[in-house]
């Protein structure tokens, strides 16, 4: 445990807007040294101390001891790199560059060499805890099915594949494996790789994605069977304001990784 931790948080928007927000509310013993962006001259109201950087060479020059990514898939290789390289933990959101096997073995080589590791919050999940537990005595079967209000897939190729704006009931746009949901739907089914990477891997995990007209949440039901016996769970997360997109349980999440960082209670 240590007594505080700095923090490099990477990607300034909707998510990482609200933990920064929670850390300080909450007087946790952290600091937010730096924030990745792409643009360092878009960035606003960064946290007081924090240095804006859009290069992710520049995290080592920050001091960080743990690197928080919420920004997107394409953040993950790089930052992710820099972060291991310099010996700190990583915290990745966008799990879905994960579909990508290549990337994952790459930077668990560089945590591996460097002593550092790689961590993956439930996000906007939850029993992901049991989920992981049960698999260790194997599982049979997990399917998780995603469903979120129709806005909540505006501009990505759910619109291709229904008629958003104009639904009456709920349409299943998507179903198969946890590797094709987060590959096609990369910052609306992170949540995928999650559930997969805890349980049966990413092509043994069924996945559906749903836009529902009449949904106020976004709903995670995960079902799993195996040796241990069966788990149903589901969540109604209300989304964040700032992106309907995202979960705001994805940054509690993302903030309770941080405090037990520096608590001598883990929970
Ligand atoms: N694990 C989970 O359960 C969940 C994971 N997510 C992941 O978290 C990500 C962030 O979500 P949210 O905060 O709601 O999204 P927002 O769109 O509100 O914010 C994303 C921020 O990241 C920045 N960004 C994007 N790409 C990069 C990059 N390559 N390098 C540095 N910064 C970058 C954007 O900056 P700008 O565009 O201005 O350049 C923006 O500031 C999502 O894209 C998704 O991948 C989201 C919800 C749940
Ligand atoms: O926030 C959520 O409910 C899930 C999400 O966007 C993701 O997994 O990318």
New binding site residues.
Partial sequence: MSASEDIALIGWGAISGQVAQMLADRAAPVRIVAVGVRDASRARDVPDGAKVIDDPDALAGTGATLVVEAAGRASVDPWGSAALEMGADFVVSST?AFVDDAVLARLRGLAQANGARILIPP??LGGVDALSAAARMGLDSVTHI?T?PAAAWAGTAAEGLCDLHGLTTPCTFFEGTARAAADAFP??????VISSLAGLGLDRTRVALVADPGAAH?T?RIEAAGTFGRMLVELE?HPLPGNP???A??ALNLVRLIENRVSGLVI
Wanted: net charge positive; charged share 10%.
């Fill in positions: 879905s996000g906007a995603v979120k910052q609306n089914a992170n949540v995928a976004n995670h997360n997109k995202s979960s349980m994805t």
